[in-house]
């Protein structure tokens, strides 16, 4: 019977600590690292122009038809106010879903999976006011700091109908 309930015990306690992990995609903007949880991760794919949409801010890089829906690209590095991307073919696209739609954005490259605990993430320190407003904050992965991607936040405010 003690055997069995120490076998309970310890599923609980892997199951506790699947909960307590997160699994994200960490892409680079320069040197900075960024990550989404993969669950919102639909695809990841190579630049290759956007259609540009008129009155949009200059984050949005314009819209792409991926099989049928039209989706909205985000510039991360404009988004976070330090100028607009030159693309080029090794430039990537990661496909998100926000809510019930989807959007993509712009980034240098994407580098790993990585998996962290929810107990590992910390606050954004005050101080940029961009960094606060669009991460809901930062955990460190072996040598290196990974902001957090707030999406919600990242595409609010680009006059986008539909």
Do not use: C
């Amino acid at each position: 019977m003690e055997a069995l309930g120490l076998r309970d015990d310890m599923g609980d306690k892997s199951a506790i600590a699947a909960q307590n992990s997160l699994q994200l995609i960490a892409f680079s903007i320069g040197e900075q690292t960024y990550g989404v949880e993969i669950t919102t991760v639909r695809e990841i794919r190579a630049w290759n122009g956007a259609t540009p949409l008129p009155n949009t801010r200059e984050f949005v890089r314009g819209v792409i038809n991926l099989r049928g829906t039209i989706v909205p690209i985000f510039d991360l590095r404009a988004r976070f106010g330090d100028g607009q991307t030159s693309p080029t073919k090794n430039h990537v696209v990661v496909v998100m879903s926000v809510g019930d739609k989807w959007v993509g954005i712009l980034v240098d490259a994407v580098s790993d999976i990585l998996t962290v605990s929810r107990d590992d993430i910390h606050n954004v320190p005050e101080g940029n006011s961009t960094d606060t407003e669009l991460l809901n904050g930062i955990v460190t992965h072996e040598t290196r700091m990974v902001g957090l991607i707030d999406l919600h936040a990242v595409v609010s405010g680009a006059k986008l109908d539909g």
